[in-house]
């Protein structure tokens, strides 16, 4: 529904933390992975798909918003997770084979949202305080 309905890119909208609560139509699927088909290199892809999108929708200046439009993570991650139960041998294949790299790259992608993140909200504080500064100086004109 969070692809279906744009929901995911809607919800970007919101400055600095749009990207993060629309994640969490995603864990879901990570429990499912984790827990119900038990496999660890699935849960993997799964996660990396969604700190993709995360990093994506984080763009500034409504490019990632934009993204968030037409990069379909849940779904990704539906057809992924049905390919890999139903036995799809390429699938299972994939996922297996580069389980070690998503695992290093789930580590490098965090690094960099966390770091992104810091500077969104850097950015945002620095903002509201001109807007703040801003207004008070136009009161004291008065």
């Known amino acids: 529904l969070a692809d279906k309905y744009f929901l995911d890119a809607l919800l970007g909208l919101v400055p600095s933390v749009g990207d993060l609560v629309s994640s969490i139509f995603g864990l879901p699927f990570i429990y499912v992975t984790l827990f ?43 057809d992924l997770i049905t390919r890999y139960v139903e036995g799809d041998k390429k699938t299972i294949r994939q996922v297996r084979s580069k389980a070690l790299l998503t695992a290093f790259l789930i580590i490098i992608l965090s690094v960099i949202i966390y770091f992104v993140f810091r500077l969104l909200i850097g950015v945002t504080e620095w903002t509201w305080t001109l807007l703040i500064d801003m207004f008070k100086w136009l009161i004291g004109q008065f």
């Not at 929708?57 to 849940?74: E, R, T």
Request: charged residues 15%; glycine residues 4%.
């Open 36 to 78: 119900k088909v038990k496999s660890i290199p699935l849960t993997l892809a799964v996660i990396y798909n969604y700190l993709v999108d995360i990093l994506l929708g984080s763009i500034p200046f409504f490019i990632g918003d934009a993204i968030d439009f037409f990069s379909k993570a849940h779904v990704k991650n539906l």
